[in-house]
């Protein structure tokens, strides 16, 4: 299991403690050393995330960015390159199991019914 995330992120450090409490057994990766290539953002879309769940909307980047309106204009491509190239506009944390289930962001009810 790969949990995708920021160590400052208040809600990556829950998802932390949440996987920790339970003992399930997870590798860290910090999101702005080793970001989501357009391969994987692919590959997390096509497990059934949508695009829009896949954008951190209440971050710095995407108000800085104007990402609310850029969207209207840009193609998925041209989303998953963005994301890609800015780690701090994805959604996080992004959790990865070895089945293969994808989670984005943290909601504790959510991650009980799918872990």
Do not use: H
């Amino acid at each position: 299991m790969e949990l995708i995330g920021y160590s400052k992120c208040g809600t990556c450090q829950k998802a932390r403690k949440y996987l920790s409490s339970r003992n399930i057994p997870y590798e860290w990766r910090e999101i702005t050393k080793k970001p989501p290539g357009i391969d994987e953002l692919r590959s997390i879309i096509s497990s059934g995330i949508e695009l829009k769940r896949l954008l951190n909307t209440s971050g710095q980047s995407y108000r800085e960015l104007n990402m609310k309106e850029m969207l209207g204009s840009m193609d998925e491509e041209q989303v998953l390159e963005l994301l890609s190239k800015t780690p701090m506009l994805v959604k996080r944390p992004i959790l990865r199991t070895d089945s293969g289930k994808t989670l984005v962001g943290f909601k504790e009810d959510e991650w009980n019914k799918s872990i």
